[in-house]
């Protein structure tokens, strides 16, 4: 009885999916795990309940109540997979899996030097994971060339942020802060659909009629906006930053900025002020499309709002919509300049932030994944960042590799001359999820070694040498940290089938076969809290500091009552330390705050102390609409639907409610090209073309379409995605391009 309810004891833990990280409770299943329930499915390890928590209050969204199923999917990986001179996957021992990769790891290198192998990361990845990728591409492969999927979903806020504040994270404040607010401007961002339980947060600006959402389609959250809550900008696609120059133009020329915020604590104002005047409303709606008054009334309500005038507070937020761009960082900049001139980031209740979309896409970002990027967020070319990590890990500062590819450019390189040969992909499909990608399959295709880490045998697994079944959410510890830069434990509620292994234990078997001598034997810990009590040390003194956080300060916490510590948590820190200031009219967030959950309060972590305003200017898309593609093509996600599907696709109460890929298009553009609601569509860019059902609606703007981009095969939209990136974050520009759309002739 006793061991039967320790192996069914409930735990807490967070969802599988995005950054939202809503809290859920795990309870193990009673019966067998691998027997048939009466519809012929697999019965669930675990079965999920929502959870009281800060971020979700008890909400799950179709995807975190659904979760359980993914564990126990009919195809899930439960072996390892080695291709044969046949050509096909055939099942094998670890040993022999984990020889063979390290056999041919060892003749890439032999022949193309350490560079000529690569590693591409998930933003899904815990903590512990992603820093273990990490140093293991540092140190055992000795390889630059790192990257992970968040340089598509972040980076340009990544980059904006760190320019302007001195450090990135997602939201420097609870995300409860927001209920706060009188105003809320969400760009390029549809919450309703991507993480429904944040809906409640924006409840305060609703009722205050200070919803401000810019998207090139009605969204459900635009929707939240466009019935007299707030306001529904619809530009223009790729002209969001024409929006946000006309905004501040607004502002200043009606002399609505925060004089004495700018004085005390921003630099570059001048060179902001030239750059917008020539965005005069008019001027700015013939770009973006916007009407003037429009404009004028958002930058009016934003700054009644602002506390420098008496407001309740005042936030704008940015998403995949406006940063997926060539001129992302730009955009985002814009924005954080429309913050500071307004004088909310630093204000408690007020501020700017970014929407991570992926579970762990603050996290992943932090500990080591990136290209540019050691773990606590340092710069991989700073000597004292290199010398400190180096000592951490008990190897010279001089072999750690400098600065790899971005994500982009290294999917781009491989197989090609001077390019990696071979890959590992952990935690990420990209044939799916990359922009053009028939071309991504295409150097897949041409690596000589392609190593997969998954779940289940996901488009990207199906392609490779070698595939490893890795342990998922609910069967592994460890932690992840939230849009917010809240971070949270992950706890195990039931073990993984067959002979599958946390990616911990092959990255440490892989280093014991392939690690330099000068690599410790004892580098790569199994132990998720001994891997993080590294991460902690490893991250001391950086902008992410996690070094005065545990495992076990975590559970402490959290028993205690509290929900998670934020970030920075300086080994300096007092335990579990109180809530600074507070909010007027916000909900009082019980977590305790541990942490630091608001940042900039006193001073930015810029030399001097100030924000950075920078002045950026409208260039338009990489691939702008012309007469061989006069149309618009804009992508995102569904509800029902979780990045490239390989989880979601899966879950049969979600599969049927958003079986196949679609088009959206206005009923104007359907009638004029003769693509009639519920008959296919062809989307053709400079790329390749498409097939998808269409389906008429008034929410687009009559010059787009909108795919969702969950699918593989004849309807997968990021075939025909640029992979034109921005210059300074190089994340690609999946959110805007050119295209021809033509009916499909039934056969
Ligand atoms: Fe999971 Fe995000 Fe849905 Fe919450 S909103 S249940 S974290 S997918």
């Given at each position: 009885?006793?061991?039967?309810?320790?192996?069914?004891?409930?735990?807490?833990?967070?969802?599988?999916?995005?950054?939202?990280?809503?809290?859920?409770?795990?309870?193990?299943?009673?019966?067998?795990?691998?027997?048939?329930?009466?519809?012929?499915?697999?019965?669930?390890?675990?079965?999920?309940?929502?959870?009281?928590?800060?971020?979700?209050?008890?909400?799950?969204?179709?995807?975190?109540?659904?979760?359980?199923?993914?564990?126990?999917?009919?195809?899930?990986?439960?072996?390892?997979?080695?291709?044969?001179?046949?050509?096909?996957?055939?099942?094998?021992?670890?040993?022999?899996?984990?020889?063979?990769?390290?056999?041919?790891?060892?003749?890439?290198q032999?022949?193309?030097g350490p560079e000529?192998v690569?590693?591409?990361?998930?933003?899904?990845?815990?903590?512990?994971?992603?820093?273990?990728?990490g140093k293991f591409a540092r140190t055992v492969l000795r390889t630059p060339n790192i990257?992970?999927?968040?340089?598509?979903?972040?980076?340009?806020?990544?980059?904006?942020?760190?320019?302007?504040?001195?450090?990135?994270?997602?939201?420097?404040?609870?995300?409860?802060?927001?209920?706060?607010?009188?105003?809320?401007?969400?760009?390029?961002?549809?919450?309703?659909?991507?993480?429904?339980?944040?809906?409640?947060?924006?409840?305060?600006?609703?009722?205050?009629?200070?919803?401000?959402?810019?998207?090139?389609?009605?969204?459900?959250?635009?929707?939240?906006?466009?019935?007299?809550?707030?306001?529904?900008?619809?530009?223009?696609?790729?002209?969001?930053?024409?929006?946000?120059?006309?905004?501040?133009?607004?502002?200043?020329?009606?002399?609505?900025?925060?004089?004495?915020?700018?004085?005390?604590?921003?630099?570059?104002?001048?060179?902001?002020?030239?750059?917008?005047?020539?965005?005069?409303?008019?001027?700015?709606?013939?770009?973006?499309?916007?009407?003037?008054?429009?404009?004028?009334?958002?930058?009016?309500?934003?700054?009644?709002?602002?506390?420098?005038?008496?407001?309740?507070?005042?936030?704008?937020?940015?998403?995949?919509?406006?940063?997926?761009?060539?001129?992302?960082?730009?955009?985002?900049?814009?924005?954080?300049?429309?913050?500071?001139?307004?004088?909310?980031?630093?204000?408690?209740?007020?501020?700017?932030?970014?929407?991570?979309?992926?579970?762990?896409?603050?996290?992943?970002?932090?500990?080591g994944?990136?290209s540019d990027q050691l773990p606590g967020?340092r710069k991989i070319d700073d000597p004292a960042a290199r010398a400190h990590v180096a000592a951490v890990w008990g190897v010279g500062p001089a072999t750690l590799p400098g600065p790899g590819?971005?994500?982009?450019?290294?999917?781009?390189?491989?197989?090609?001359?001077?390019?990696?040969?071979?890959?590992?992909?952990?935690?990420?499909?990209?044939?799916?999820?990359?922009?053009?990608?028939?071309?991504?399959?295409?150097?897949?295709?041409?690596?000589?070694?392609?190593?997969?880490?998954?779940?289940?045998?996901?488009?990207?697994?199906?392609?490779?040498?070698?595939?490893?079944?890795?342990?998922?959410?609910?069967?592994?510890?460890?932690?992840?940290?939230?849009?917010?830069?809240?971070?949270?434990?992950?706890?195990?509620?039931?073990?993984?089938?067959?002979?599958?292994?946390?990616?911990?234990?092959?990255?440490?078997?892989?280093a014991?076969?392939l690690a330099p001598e000068d690599v410790p034997?004892?580098a790569?810990?199994?132990?998720?809290?001994?891997?993080?009590?590294?991460?902690?040390?490893a991250?001391?003194?950086?902008?992410?500091?996690?070094?005065?956080?545990?495992?076990?300060?975590?559970?402490?916490?959290?028993?205690?009552?509290?929900?998670?510590?934020?970030?920075?948590?300086?080994?300096?820190?007092?335990?579990?330390?109180?809530?600074?200031?507070?909010?007027?009219?916000?909900?009082?967030?019980?977590?305790?705050?541990?942490?630091?959950?608001?940042?900039?309060?006193?001073?930015?972590?810029?030399?001097?102390?100030?924000?950075?305003?920078?002045?950026?200017?409208?260039?338009?898309?990489?691939?702008?609409?012309?007469?061989?593609?006069?149309?618009?093509?804009?992508?995102?996600?569904?509800?029902?639907?979780?990045?490239?599907?390989?989880?979601?696709?899966?879950?049969?109460?979600?599969?049927?409610?958003?079986?196949?890929?679609?088009?959206?298009?206005?009923?104007?553009?359907?009638?004029?090209?003769?693509?009639?609601?519920?008959?296919?569509?062809?989307?053709?860019?400079?790329?390749?073309?498409?097939?998808?059902?269409?389906?008429?609606?008034?929410?687009?703007?009559?010059?787009?379409?909108?795919?969702?981009?969950?699918?593989?095969?004849?309807?997968?939209?990021?075939?025909?995605?640029?992979?034109?990136?921005?210059?300074?974050?190089?994340?690609?520009?999946?959110?805007?391009?050119?295209?021809?759309?033509?009916?499909?002739?039934?056969?």
């Amino acid at each position: 009885e006793a061991r039967w309810a320790q192996a069914h004891q409930a735990s807490d833990t967070h969802c599988p999916y995005c950054a939202l990280q809503c809290a859920m409770t795990l309870t193990p299943a009673s019966g067998p795990a691998d027997g048939p329930t009466a519809d012929g499915r697999p019965a669930l390890p675990v079965t999920v309940a929502p959870r009281e928590f800060p971020t979700n209050r008890g909400g799950l969204c179709q995807k975190g109540w659904t979760s359980a199923t993914v564990l126990g999917v009919p195809d899930r990986l439960t072996t390892p997979l080695v291709r044969g001179s046949d050509g096909e996957l055939a099942p094998a021992s670890w040993e022999a899996a984990l020889g063979f990769v390290a056999e041919r790891v060892r003749a890439v290198q032999a022949e193309h030097g350490p560079e000529g192998v690569a590693v591409f990361g998930g933003g899904g990845l815990t903590n512990e994971k992603a820093y273990a990728l990490g140093k293991f591409a540092r140190t055992v492969l000795r390889t630059p060339n790192i990257d992970y999927n968040g340089r598509f979903c972040m980076a340009s806020a990544a980059a904006a942020g760190n320019r302007a504040f001195g450090v990135d994270r997602g939201l420097p404040f609870p995300v409860t802060d927001l209920g706060g607010a009188q105003a809320i401007v969400l760009l390029g961002s549809n919450v309703a659909e991507t993480m429904p339980p944040f809906v409640q947060h924006l409840a305060g600006a609703r009722a205050a009629g200070g919803l401000v959402v810019v998207d090139p389609r009605r969204s459900a959250t635009a929707r939240l906006a466009d019935d007299g809550q707030g306001v529904h900008l619809q530009p223009v696609p790729g002209t969001d930053l024409v929006v946000l120059l006309a905004l501040l133009h607004v502002v200043l020329a009606e002399g609505l900025a925060d004089r004495a915020y700018l004085d005390e604590r921003t630099t570059g104002f001048d060179a902001v002020a030239r750059s917008v005047a020539a965005w005069w409303p008019e001027r700015a709606e013939t770009v973006c499309g916007v009407p003037a008054e429009e404009l004028r009334r958002v930058a009016r309500l934003l700054a009644v709002a602002s506390p420098s005038r008496g407001g309740r507070g005042a936030y704008l937020l940015t998403g995949r919509g406006v940063e997926q761009s060539t001129q992302g960082t730009a955009t985002v900049t814009a924005a954080i300049n429309l913050a500071l001139a307004l004088g909310l980031p630093g204000r408690v209740g007020s501020g700017y932030g970014c929407l991570t979309g992926q579970g762990n896409g603050q996290g992943g970002r932090e500990h080591g994944q990136k290209s540019d990027q050691l773990p606590g967020y340092r710069k991989i070319d700073d000597p004292a960042a290199r010398a400190h990590v180096a000592a951490v890990w008990g190897v010279g500062p001089a072999t750690l590799p400098g600065p790899g590819k971005p994500a982009v450019a290294l999917l781009s390189s491989l197989g090609t001359d001077g390019g990696p040969k071979a890959l590992f992909v952990n935690g990420s499909n990209v044939v799916v999820s990359a922009p053009n990608a028939d071309r991504v399959r295409e150097r897949l295709a041409a690596l000589d070694l392609l190593v997969v880490c998954d779940v289940v045998p996901s488009e990207t697994a199906r392609l490779a040498d070698v595939v490893l079944p890795v342990t998922q959410w609910a069967e592994e510890e460890g932690t992840m940290t939230s849009l917010e830069g809240r971070v949270l434990r992950r706890r195990r509620a039931t073990d993984p089938p067959g002979e599958v292994r946390s990616e911990l234990w092959i990255l440490g078997e892989l280093a014991k076969r392939l690690a330099p001598e000068d690599v410790p034997d004892d580098a790569f810990p199994t132990e998720p809290a001994v891997v993080f009590d590294e991460l902690a040390r490893a991250s001391a003194g950086g902008p992410a500091d996690y070094s005065g956080l545990s495992h076990a300060l975590l559970d402490a916490h959290e028993a205690a009552g509290g929900a998670g510590l934020y970030w920075p948590f300086p080994s300096s820190s007092p335990e579990l330390s109180g809530p600074r200031g507070g909010i007027p009219g916000a909900e009082p967030d019980n977590s305790g705050m541990g942490g630091t959950p608001r940042l900039f309060l006193d001073r930015f972590p810029t030399p001097d102390g100030r924000a950075r305003m920078v002045a950026v200017d409208h260039v338009g898309p990489s691939d702008d609409v012309r007469p061989d593609a006069p149309i618009y093509l804009v992508t995102g996600r569904v509800l029902q639907h979780y990045q490239s599907g390989a989880q979601t696709h899966r879950v049969p109460e979600l599969e049927r409610l958003v079986p196949e890929p679609y088009a959206e298009l206005h009923p104007q553009l359907g009638f004029r090209l003769g693509v009639p609601d519920g008959g296919r569509v062809r989307i053709a860019s400079a790329r390749g073309a498409v097939v998808a059902t269409a389906r008429w609606t008034d929410a687009i703007r009559p010059d787009t379409v909108f795919m969702p981009f969950h699918w593989s095969g004849a309807g997968s939209v990021n075939r025909i995605t640029t992979d034109a990136v921005d210059p300074i974050s190089a994340m690609p520009e999946f959110k805007v391009c050119a295209v021809d759309v033509t009916p499909v002739s039934p056969e």
